[in-house]
RNA sequence: GGGCGAAUAGCGCAGUUGGUUCAGAGCGUCUGCCUUACAAGCAGAAGGUCGGGGGUUCGAAUCCCUCUUCGCCCACCA
């Protein structure tokens, strides 16, 4: 075959994707094998394929194939997930354009919307994978929405339900105010914020001149003076007009609509006048009592809390605990509601503006103090949570926690890096009940049925069933008083859906249809999972509950290990996004290095949980290896045999060599993929192939030029290609399949795919190793010299051994061929202008004649001797320490003691030479 | 506020049980080469008192303490 001088993945990774695709070759069903299972993370079913994507994509092909190839049967689920706030906020975005609101459409109207756009962009990213390699078995392909999964998210909300730990409750919970739904704690960023502390005057409810309460070490502070919160002593405020006010410190003015007391600690001297008194909310001049909590920091402000417990989850618990009623003030957009009676209809940050200014305008405010505060926002849409009293659906999560630590902790699931261990078992021993609930229609929805008749009844109190479909949900109905005779249409189903990851958490069981299906072939056979490869970001979201399920549903671990992947940054080690532009489109880098070259690019610099800074000169060298094994086809193939010679002995001892070589990199690389060091594996793999197969092998058994190759070694040298290719194919599946199909002629359907990755045996010749690695360093040094002394490549040159060398006599085929020698001479001596050099103990000389530059070899002969005298100085310091020499195990004295022998001779030859060159 | 992790060559990193093999490979840089597979290449070379300080030890990049800097996660001081 005729080939090209550049390798070019354009004309062959689609021809061997199609190829693959026609011999159902990703597909896998059970049978008498080992599994290997893997379940992609559902990328969101709207998305495109990004940075991250081609990372965690690739670590799991390479890890699927390099499976597949130990015998493993590999199967590598893929699909996509429903993403319901983000692809919710997608179609009502599309909606807006088209003029559409989400109010003006019901329900089955803007499914039919959504489910169009699904159906539009679904799936798209799933085709991308295709073009990165991906050995996905496509039959097998899931939506988290589709019938099976959907069926298994209600059963098993039924299902907890029953047992328990599902519940329906009022609590203040974390409120997207643009989405208008509840979040879970998770889904909640914080970020810090410079922002202000406002002091606000709440008057005491009583005459001007009152004196109650006040002790006689009371400091009285005008409004003008400052104050220090670390007092021992009562502090009182009091105004021109003698009328006295507690001083409240407050980030959020805006919600004082809502307040109904506020809290001193009863410890704090500072505020002891304010027991039992009641004060006016500026304002609004509601009249507040003073209450006292211990949770009140007597050092922060002044002391005194304003208790809101509509609008902050501490307050709220104040609330609860002194039985306290609760304002909401806010709309679910974050207007102000009718209740506030203030400001109605005003957004909340207008109106902490407008409420500011007019608190001032009727000095009511103290101070204003710049502060940084956290603040938590929507990580969806991005925008301030409201903390809302709520009506909500949650899970009992000590259960989860409980049967979800151990295994982790006792390494029943590895993390790979183990530190985030210590990260899980924070999150599960500080567990908190988790929210499922969401106020959008883009998703599961609760299947919860409300009974009629009950207008009169609050939210919280009325009655409801839950069952997994209407007619169980009638039957369940009629079993209760008073509604015996109920049908399916007098029944109301909760609006509201599910978290997304309540049924992300269920994927590992659900793609194997665990849930509707228990006990079925494919789960028992596909179950437990082998490995998940995920982003630290998600630990909490998806990797602790999809134990939490695993262990619940099947009483086993979802995957047996757990790869953490770092974040994908730009060469600068910024975050990739959209809006700084440094996120290059995956597609693009794959037109211009293919998709081998971007996957070899994306793994040179990925090690487990670091994050990986991404620069595209990678895919850059992921391409040019790409075209070295290319070429060296090329080359490989270009040879015309001989049938009728033998090996040369330079090519029978290359290839003594390089199977042993082969052999030892081979169980280096099963070493580094066992503990996932996946860029180590590749780097491996690559100074196999580029140093020692084409440098040094290749050069060792290439005919002359002109001249035929022997059978053997050709044959030989194609098994090499082939266990090489075969090393290689994990990570660049495109070229090794394209070469080893070509290596010679296969069977239809047949690929490297599916060829062992252990057929050489395991013994390696260790010593054969260690003596080729000093022939190659004389060797290095002889090329040296002709580009020190600017000898032409061509120019055969005479080696000379002093005294002759037992490691190096076996490979002077070998050294006379690479270095292109005319002779090798064992001498006593070394001729007269022959440059010198040493490796180990020897002294090797090439002859110059007139090339020899006297002055430079004795400079360089001095350096070699100052830096052998310095290293034997080393050597006696130790062996002349009589602790060292008395405590030092045997074998690390006698080290030593072989280092100063070796020192001293060769100090003994450079002196000998620096006399020889001086003579 | 609590926790976790990191600091090694110009850059991004590896260094497992303290000792031969420990101070490493890759990229980049420098020098010389279009040598009959590959300039997306070949040959050769230079680069680091392992963040600072202390300690343990015969011996420390490695173990301990401390400081500095950076990153991440968690947390209700309004």
Redesign the pocket.
């Known amino acids: 075959m005729e080939l090209a001088?550049?390798?070019s993945p354009a004309q062959v990774e689609g021809k061997w994707y199609q190829y693959w695709m026609d011999n159902r070759l990703f597909s896998s069903k059970p049978d008498g094998r080992e599994p290997y299972t893997v379940v992609i993370p559902p990328p969101n079913v709207t998305g495109v394929l990004h940075m991250g994507h081609v990372l965690n994509e690739t670590i799991q092909d390479i890890l699927v194939r390099r499976a597949r190839m130990e015998g493993k049967n590999a199967c590598w689920v893929p699909g996509t997930d429903h993403a319901s706030i983000a692809t919710e906020a997608k179609v009502i975005k599309r909606l807006a354009e088209k003029g559409i609101k989400k109010s003006d459409l019901t329900r089955e109207e803007f499914l039919r919307h959504a489910w169009d756009w699904t159906d539009e962009h679904g799936g798209i990213i799933l085709k991308q994978l295709r073009q990165l390699g991906c050995s996905c078995d496509w039959d097998r392909t899931a939506f988290t929405m589709d019938e099976e999964r959907s069926k298994s998210v209600i059963k098993v909300f039924c299902d907890l339900y029953d047992k328990g730990l599902i519940y329906r409750g009022l609590r203040m919970v974390n409120w997207d105010p643009e989405r208008q739904t509840a979040l879970s704690?998770?889904e909640v960023i914080?970020h810090d914020e410079h922002s202000h502390l406002f002091y606000l005057r709440y008057y005491v409810d009583e005459p001007a001149g009152s004196t109650d309460g006040e002790e006689p070490d009371a400091q009285v502070l005008s409004a003008t003076e400052p104050f220090d919160p670390t007092v021992k002593h009562q502090i009182i405020h009091r105004d021109a007009q003698g009328r006295r006010y507690a001083v409240v410190?407050?980030?959020?003015p805006e919600t004082i609509m809502g307040d109904i007391a506020v809290c001193i600690n009863p410890k704090d001297p500072k505020n002891t006048w304010l027991r039992g008194k009641r004060v006016i909310v500026p304002l609004v001049n509601r009249v507040v009592p003073i209450i006292e909590d211990r949770y009140?920091?007597i050092e922060?402000?002044t002391?005194?809390?304003?208790v809101t417990p509509a609008h902050?989850?501490?307050d709220y618990a104040l609330g609860q605990k002194y039985n306290l009623e609760a304002i909401d003030i806010f709309n679910p957009d974050a207007t102000l509601s009718e209740a506030a009676g203030l400001y109605v209809g005003m957004d909340r940050f207008d109106c902490r503006k407008q409420i500011v200014k007019d608190l001032d305008a009727a000095a009511l405010m103290e101070k204003v103090e710049d502060y940084d505060?956290?603040v938590g926002y929507s990580e969806r849409t991005n925008v301030p949570i409201e903390p809302r009293l709520s009506l909500q659906w949650f899970i009992r999560m000590q259960h989860f926690a409980d049967i979800a630590l151990p295994p982790v902790m006792n390494d029943d699931i590895r993390f790979y890096p183990t530190?985030y261990k210590?990260?899980y078992r924070?999150?599960l021993e500080?567990i908190k009940d988790w929210c499922i609930s969401r106020q959008l229609w883009w998703g599961h929805r609760i299947p919860a049925y409300f009974l009629p008749n009950q207008e009169n009844v609050p939210d919280a109190e009325r009655q409801y069933v839950v069952a997994e479909t209407i007619d169980k949900a009638v039957e369940k109905a009629r079993l209760i008083k008073g509604y015996e005779t109920v049908t399916a249409d007098q029944l109301t189903q909760d609006e509201g859906a599910l978290d997304t990851w309540f049924s992300s958490w269920l994927w590992p069981i659900s793609l194997f249809d665990g849930i509707n299906n228990p006990g079925n072939d494919e789960i028992r056979y596909y179950y437990p999972t082998s490995d998940l490869v995920t982003g630290?970001?998600i630990i909490?979201f998806w990797v602790a509950r999809m134990i939490m399920a695993g262990y619940e549903y099947l009483g086993d671990m979802p995957f047996r290990n757990v790869y953490f992947t770092g974040i994908v940054r730009d060469k600068l080690g910024r975050k990739m996004s959209k809006s700084l532009g440094n996120s290059p489109d995956p597609l693009d880098l794959i037109d211009k290095y293919g998709a081998d070259g971007v996957r070899m690019g994306m793994m040179?610099?990925a090690?487990a949980g670091?994050?990986i800074?991404f620069d595209e000169?990678l895919c850059e060298?992921g391409?040019?290896f790409?075209?070295?094994i290319w070429?060296?086809f090329?080359?490989v193939k270009?040879w015309t045999v001989d049938e009728k010679a033998a090996p040369s002995e330079a090519a029978a001892t290359a290839m003594r060599w390089f199977d042993a070589k082969l052999k030892q990199t081979a169980a280096l690389v099963d070493d580094h993929f066992s503990k996932y060091r996946i860029s180590?594996a590749l780097?491996a793999v690559y100074?196999l192939f580029?140093?020692e197969f084409?440098?040094w092998y290749?050069?060792m058994i290439k005919p002359a030029?002109?001249c035929a190759i022997d059978r053997q070694t050709y044959d030989t040298t194609l098994r090499y290609f082939d266990y090489l290719l075969r090393l290689l194919h994990p990570f660049m599946p495109f070229i090794t399949e394209e070469l080893w199909q070509n290596i010679e002629e296969r069977k239809a359907g047949e690929s490297i795919m599916f060829q062992p990755v252990s057929v050489i045996g395991s013994e390696t010749d260790d010593n054969l190793i260690r003596d080729f690695e000093t022939v190659k360093e004389v060797?290095?040094n002889i090329?040296?010299i002709r580009?020190q002394k600017g000898v032409a490549?061509?120019e055969e040159l005479v080696l000379e051994i002093v005294g002759g060398n037992a490691v190096v006599a076996p490979y002077q085929a070998v050294i006379t061929k690479m270095a292109n020698l005319s002779d090798i001479n064992t001498v006593s001596e070394k001729s007269q202008g022959a440059a010198s050099f040493m490796v180990g103990t020897t002294e090797y000389a090439v002859p110059l004649g007139n090339l020899m530059d006297v002055e430079a070899e004795l400079k360089k002969l001095n350096d070699e001797l100052t830096y052998a005298e310095g290293s034997l100085r080393i050597v006696m310091n130790k062996l002349n320490?009589a602790?060292?020499v008395a405590?030092?195990?045997e074998?690390?004295v006698a080290?030593e003691r072989k280092k100063q022998a070796d020192a001293e001779s060769r100090i003994a030859s450079l002196k000998a030479a620096i006399a020889a060159l001086q003579g």
Not at 249 to 252: C, G, I, P, Y
Not at 303 to 306: A, R, S, V, Y
């Open positions: 001088s550049k390798y704690d998770e914080y410190a407050t980030t959020r009140v920091e922060f402000g002391g005194c809390l304003k902050d989850v501490n505060n956290k530190k210590n990260t924070m999150w500080n630290p970001d909490f040179l610099s090690p670091n994050d800074l000169s060298q391409r040019n790409n075209n070295k070429n060296c090329r080359l270009g180590d780097m100074n580029w140093d084409s440098a290749l050069e030029y002109g060797i290095s090329r040296a580009l490549q061509k320490n602790n060292f405590r030092a195990p074998a690390v080290a």
